[in-house]
């Protein structure tokens, strides 16, 4: 016994070494690596620890193909393997250690289960012989990430990585996306594979198979249902731009004539400019598209699941339309709508297919009654918000005075809370694949790591954070991610010395009982001049053009702090527990 | 609240108990039974859980979340009409010198129970049946006293002439023996 474990040690210390007397066979960090490779990625966010040396060893000699980028803490790294992802479509891969580098991950990986983000995390752990035994670093992070993975499972011998890695990919990547760990035990890693490697990709499993093409019966439900509309209404949601569906959405949107509303994760994917495209919906989305809701007769939902921030008062909510649900994920049919036609399938196919059974047609009657919605709003909350009349910057002048600049072609990456309504608000995204935020989980501190994955996903891009001075406090510290790599990411931080959303909230429903919301803050400033990075404070409106044209001049990271009126408000506002149709300007 | 027997079909491998039970857990829906063992397939494993619910609904949305996981190949839930279904219980009941002697034929030919244990100071009694069969039983013999019970929970079978072969008929099957 005592030998063997000696025989260990010396494999834990160099793995190389063993690797070298049999050139062909290589060990399981080389595999792991090589894995990788052959995914066609190159790009990895991680953190190194005990249990994931050897793998961090493997690293070392193909730093020619792959890009690790060494974050500050796991949770960038699983935020920006989620904005890589998202920005590129592809798999974003996250590699920490155990215990705490995996248990770090988790919020992450709990976001991009709920945002269908598809990421690969691959986390070392103790070696398989003290597993349960409490050893150090040792956590069961199997038991842990089973609810908020799409799929995980734990590797105890080096021959299993191939076959692992690829249904990893796989099962990420396709269907509706989502993250999987892959937990690693440290034998598995430094031991010899038994034959000399070789990598399949996986298409297909037994068990699991994504529906991608629509069956036939349902397109012709669907069809006739939207052929036979009135007063039709489309919802499009984050499922177009995981498809990659814009252009079928906007063939369809022209053909039909049907007024068309964003979810948050939609944003983007069909332009402002659309005569045909009418706000977006929800919690704070237009106050048209919201009343409207409750008056359409049928509504087409393109990849997009009622969440309670879009639906408010469920039993209060479209009772009166009849349903199209076109969604990949078959258990989101009749979760919360109750669907007449639904259509299984992934968007881009699913509209390519409806595309020739819909009429063309002219809805411009219907979709003139948003018009006196929309006016009421530009002119209740709108023109205020952006009139400059107040003492102090409000947020929304930043946002759109940003997307003038930026033409509306940014990506913008926000944060959670009022500057993330606002983004989403106020900024004419007029280019598809531009909005990337936290809308499932509402994770603060989301913004800055997923920014700089999203510039490492789309370097030829203008990406720019919006945070709040509650959320950057959260993360930090990957500014020094950022300053290392040099990518020029652009960051706002609109601070208010709040946590702005809560004490909106404890304002209009807590009668003002301001509880642990106000902060006091560090000097943002000082904070990313010690990290290397150039910033600006603009306190003054006058001074706040020139601000936003000196960050986006910047061929290098930039923060610029805005200080914005104290106690502003998002409106229009679905309350909760409030119908659509009961949502309030003020 | 209505019975519903779900069974799953899963690839056999480590973890899947957990991944299933989580699913029932977040939506606070208590496991009245369950049964885990290999089917007539090698590598396929079957799970039969029962549960109270007053909602069709509730249960079709379950059992759509159950089918998300990876492993799982298929899953039905069933009505009791839907399947055959039964339960095997065990009675420990003593047997000491001065007591009345239990009555063999009757658990026998009117229980369609057995003794699958002699002690000289207690009876191992097997007991196959519904879960209701399984209850008269147990007012039947309580008198003796009970040690021990145990219920196995509920193995079933779909009524349906379909099998799990044609659901999936693209796997490569292969007996268990």
């Not at chain 1, 479209?318 to 349903?323: D, M, S």
């Not at chain 1, 301001?514 to 560090?522: G, K, M």
């Not at chain 2, 030919?109 to 196959?128: C, D, E, G, R």
């Amino acid at each position: 016994m005592e030998f063997n474990e000696k025989q260990t040690a010396v494999a834990e210390m160099d793995p190389q070494a063993v690797a070298s007397t049999t050139p062909e066979l290589i060990n399981g960090s080389h595999a792991v690596i090589q894995a990788l490779i052959h995914e066609g990625v190159e790009t990895i966010f991680g953190y190194p620890g005990g249990a994931i040396m050897p793998v961090y060893d493997a690293i070392y000699d193909y730093q020619d193909r792959v890009n690790h980028i060494l974050v500050r803490h796991e949770q960038g790294a699983s935020h920006a393997a989620e904005g890589f992802a998202r920005t590129t479509g592809k798999v974003g891969v996250c590699l920490a250690t155990s215990g705490p580098g995996a248990t770090n991950l988790v919020t992450g990986i709990a976001d991009a289960i709920i945002d269908s983000t598809p990421m690969v995390c691959i986390v070392g752990q103790v070696a398989a012989s003290l597993l349960g035994t409490d050893a150090f670093q040792e956590t069961d992070i199997i038991g842990i990430t089973i609810p908020i993975t799409k799929w995980n499972y734990q590797i105890t011998r080096a021959d299993e990585i191939p076959e692992i890695m690829a249904k990893a990919f796989y099962i990420a990547k396709s269907g509706r996306p989502g993250p999987v760990l892959i937990d690693i035990t440290k034998n598995a890693q430094n031991e010899l594979l038994s034959k000399p490697f070789n990598y399949k990709k996986c298409e297909k499993l037994l068990s699991y198979h994504p529906r991608l093409a629509p069956k036939a019966d349902q397109i012709q439900v669907a069809a006739k249902l939207i052929n036979e509309a009135k007063k039709p209404f489309l919802f499009f949601g984050h499922g177009v731009n995981i498809a990659k569906a814009e252009e079928e959405l906007l063939q369809f949107i022209e053909k039909t004539d049907v007024p068309a509303a964003s979810t948050l994760l939609g944003l983007s994917s069909v332009s402002v400019d659309h005569p045909n495209y009418v706000g977006w919906l929800g919690m704070h989305g237009n106050y048209g598209t919201n009343v409207l809701t409750n008056q359409c007769d049928v509504i087409i939902a393109v990849g997009m699941r009622f969440d309670d921030r879009v639906t408010g008062d469920l039993s209060r909510y479209a009772r009166q339309a009849k349903v199209v649900h076109i969604e990949i994920d078959p258990a989101e049919i009749n979760k919360i709508m109750k669907t007449e036609a639904p259509v299984v399938g992934d968007a881009k196919i699913v509209l390519q297919q409806l595309l020739p059974l819909v009429n063309k047609n002219d809805h411009s009657e219907w979709r003139s009654e948003f018009k006196k919605y929309e006016q009421e709003e530009f002119e209740k909350i709108t023109t205020p918000e952006l009139s400059g009349d107040t003492e102090k910057i409000k947020m929304a002048e930043v946002i759109r005075k940003l997307s003038d600049k930026t033409n509306g072609e940014a990506i913008m990456v926000a944060d959670v809370g009022q500057h993330q309504m606002m983004t989403a608000r106020y900024y004419q995204f007029k280019k598809a694949n531009s909005f990337i935020t936290s809308g499932g989980l509402g994770t603060m501190g989301y913004a800055l790591p997923a920014a700089f994955g999203a510039k490492v996903g789309a370097p030829d891009r203008e990406v720019v954070a919006i945070i709040g001075d509650g959320c950057f406090q959260m993360t930090l510290q990957e500014l020094g991610t950022i300053a290392q790599s040099g990518l020029p990411v652009k960051i706002i931080i609109l601070n208010n010395n709040y946590l702005g959303m809560v004490r909106q909230w404890q304002q209009l429903f807590f009668e003002k009982r301001y509880s642990f919301v106000e902060l006091q803050n560090p000097d943002f400033i000082t904070i990313a001049k010690g990290f290397g990075i150039d910033g600006h404070t603009c306190a003054n409106r006058e001074d706040l053009q020139a601000s936003i044209d000196t960050m986006i001049a910047s061929d290098k990271p930039y923060l610029l702090e805005v200080l914005v009126e104290k106690e502003e408000n998002v409106f229009p506002m679905v309350p909760t527990g409030a119908s659509v149709s009961e949502i309030r300007l003020e | 609240m209505t019975t519903y027997t779900i069974c799953v079909f899963t690839e056999n491998t480590f973890g899947i108990l957990n991944k299933i039970t989580t699913i029932l857990t977040r939506r606070r829906i208590n496991i009245e039974s369950l049964t885990v063992s290999e089917t007539e397939r090698k590598g396929i494993s079957r799970f039969t859980i029962v549960i109270h619910h007053d909602s069709r609904e509730a249960v079709e949305k379950l059992v759509r979340q159950i089918r998300k996981v990876i492993e799982v190949l298929a899953v039905f839930g069933y009505l009791n009409e839907d399947i055959a279904f039964n339960e095997i219980a065990l009675f420990k009941i003593p047997t000491p010198i001065d007591a009345k002697p239990i009555d063999i034929e009757t658990i026998n030919k009117v229980h369609k129970a057995w003794v699958v244990y002699w002690h000289l100071n207690y009876v191992i009694i097997q007991k196959t049946g519904s879960e209701e069969e399984i209850f008269e039983f147990f007012d039947y013999i309580k008198p003796h006293g009970i040690l021990e019970f145990v219920r196995s929970g509920r193995v079933a079978v779909s009524k349906s002439p379909q099998t799990l072969v044609d659901y999936l008929p693209e796997a490569n099957w292969e007996y268990i023996q």
